[in-house]
């Protein structure tokens, strides 16, 4: 659907005032070099997000407000988060934690998990983020590949780390939140008396020993700061590496795309065990002073407006399905409340279709601004900005630093209107520098000269970029990154299945399902029982968001000659298209 431009009559006085002009003379060379503020041009990412702050007039700020799932209220000023990431970062430091070992966060949303991230990252260490639905497989895949020495995570989800800890040579302590539900803040928590279990100390213990003075790691821009796994179409998940320097892209981009200003409430409703929430909840938004709300609990249109009406949401960064989850309450819902607060709604993670642009207008006359990027750009690289039109349907244009191409099979550009690969110049701060252990796929990602996104779409005459699809297998659902690989793999491992091939298939809601065809071992009958066995075993073993909400039993999967599962033929069958080329076609 095409609808007319919106332009839009600010109340405000934007960040980014013309878009044009500062895109043309942008230089990030000067940038980093006014942030790296140590001496040699070092710098510490967690030094430019909490301390500065910590440091200046901004310390008795709120720098995080917290709401739990059952209502439980916090806040941290930049201060204490500065003091009590500094008492874990000497935690580590007495544990033998040195420069370049990884640290992981198996942790829910709590404040803990904020405290850790700066802890980590300001002795130089790697800090890595796990989303807290994740079951033993996924948790083996990522803490075995990172090699990670510490794992910090809750009393309830220990029992996950404990299953696998076998296969993890190289974990050596476990740093373990008890009760993290029940209580207050850090005096209000009784330390327990309780004995920690075999290799594991508690966290407030380790807060009340440690010191809350530390010299922050100098790092070069260019040093390791923290890492997610993200998921291709083949093997297992890759461990993105990003560097200190991510921070300056962060900062940026949160100026000019989410167009944060200091007295801003800003609310992001990502989990940092993903990229959107490490980049714009820890490091870009804190960075330029703002106070940010993290919300714990689950998804509920009432709870979400609630919420913005008692912090005085100012900024509001969102997803697609959420948006349309929303809307799908209808707008009255919306307007039982007082959201008069908000100046500036934005949205990442899927195409945000031109409905949802405009229902936030009908619902809180903003609309949403629809922005691009991915977890190896570390930052967004396609975005709309406050101060220029929106194209409803559009992801906007490339942000400045960033030089956003389509390109042919050769690398060459095509013209206005025709759909090629998305790609980019390599090179913004932000761009991630490696993947663990596996130099040879971070290769792959680079080819005459552009970074390859593995997103298809076209550029308009006036320079704004249409997203088409992915380029390859991966699966989008509800914004959530999975490879089929992962999911196949599950699901082969079950006792009755011989074969799987995993898609994702279109959903009006999640944008994408996954759907999966699977082949029985013989005799085993297929039932809708078996199907929600499937489905509950795929749940355990990898996580909640991973599991084929559709089954499909098959006798036979198509397959190339040499035996690998053609996903794109059970696509085309899925969706009733034609089947393309079938020449290397086995069965079907
Ligand atoms: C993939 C990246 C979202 C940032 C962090 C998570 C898809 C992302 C959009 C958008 C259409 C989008 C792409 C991309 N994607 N934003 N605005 N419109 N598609 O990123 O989990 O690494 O996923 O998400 O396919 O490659 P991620």
């Known amino acids: 659907m095409k609808t007319k431009p919106i332009i839009k009559k600010l109340k405000f006085i934007p960040n980014l005032k013309n878009y044009s002009s500062t895109y043309k003379n942008f230089d990030y060379k000067k940038i980093i070099k006014e ?88 002795i130089g260490a ?22 990670a020495k510490v794992v910090v995570t809750t009393r309830e989800l220990y029992s996950r780390v404990l299953k696998i800890k076998k296969n993890l ?12 539900n029940r209580v207050n803040f850090m005096e ?83 989990d940092p065990g993903w990229v959107t929430g490490i980049a714009y909840e820890i490091l870009g938004t804190w960075a330029l002073g703002a106070s940010m709300l993290v919300y714990a609990g689950r998804f509920s249109p009432a709870k979400w407006y609630d919420l913005i009406q008692e912090y005085r949401v100012t900024v509001w960064y969102t997803a697609p399905t959420a948006v349309r989850m929303l809307a799908a309450s209808g707008a009255s819902l919306a307007k039982k409340y007082n959201l008069k607060s908000l100046r500036h709604l934005a949205s990442v993670g899927e195409p945000l279709n031109p409905e949802a642009v405009m229902w936030g207008i009908k619902a809180f006359k903003l609309p949403f601004h629809d922005n691009y990027w991915q977890t190896e750009t570390g930052g967004m690289v396609i975005a709309n900005y406050p101060s220029m039109k929106i194209k409803p349907g559009s992801m906007g244009k490339p942000l400045p630093g960033i030089v956003a191409e389509v390109v042919n099979d050769k690398g060459k550009s095509v013209k206005p209107n025709v759909e090629g690969a998305l790609v980019l110049k390599p090179g913004w701060p932000s761009m991630m520098s490696k993947i663990w252990r596996r130099p040879n796929k971070y290769k792959k990602y680079f080819e005459h000269g552009w970074y390859i996104t593995g997103d298809r779409a076209y550029k308009d005459s006036e320079g704004y970029f249409w997203f088409v699809g992915r380029d390859d297998d991966v699966i989008k659902t509800a914004g959530e990154r999975v490879g089929p690989f992962e999911v196949e793999s599950a699901l082969v491992s079950h006792p009755k299945i011989i074969e799987a091939g995993v898609i994702g298939k279109p959903d009006p809601m999640r944008g994408e399902i996954i759907k999966a065809f699977v082949t029985l071992k013989k005799g085993v009958r297929p039932s809708e029982a078996l199907k929600e066995q499937i489905q509950q075993y795929v749940k355990k073993f990898l996580a909640g968001h991973a599991y084929p909400k559709e089954i499909e039993f098959m006798d036979n999967l198509p397959k190339t000659r040499s035996g690998k599962i053609m996903r794109r033929m059970l696509k085309a069958k899925e969706l009733g298209l034609d089947m393309g080329d079938t020449s290397t076609l086995e069965v079907f």
């Open 35 to 122: 942030m790296t503020v140590f001496p040699g041009g070092k710098m510490n990412l967690a030094h430019t997000a909490c301390d500065q702050n910590a440091m200046g007039y901004r310390k008795n700020k709120v720098a995080l407000y917290w709401e739990g799932e059952e209502g439980q209220e916090m806040k941290y000023t930049f201060l204490e988060m500065s003091q009590l990431s500094n008492r874990l970062g000497n935690a580590l430091k007495s544990m033998e934690v040195k420069k370049g070992d990884r640290v992981f966060l198996f942790l829910p949303r709590v404040p803990e998990l904020f405290v850790s991230f700066l802890g980590i990252t300001k």
């Open 126 to 147: 790697i800090a890595g983020t796990l989303f807290s639905a994740f079951g033993p497989q996924a948790l083996e895949d990522r803490l075995q590949n990172s090699g």
């Open 169 to 180: 040579p190289e974990l050596k302590k476990i740093i373990l939140i008890d009760d993290w």
């Open 188 to 270: 209000e928590r009784k330390l327990t008396k309780k004995k920690a279990p075999k290799d594991c100390v508690w966290f407030y213990e380790l807060l009340e020993k440690n010191k809350q003075y530390l010299r922050v790691a100098q790092m070069k821009p260019t040093d390791p700061a923290f890492m997610l796994y993200t998921s291709g179409t083949t093997g297992k998940p890759k461990g993105v590496i990003h560097h200190h320097q991510a921070i300056v892209h962060e900062m940026k981009s949160a100026e000019f795309v989410l167009d944060i200003k200091e007295d801003d409430v800003y609310w992001c409703t990502a």
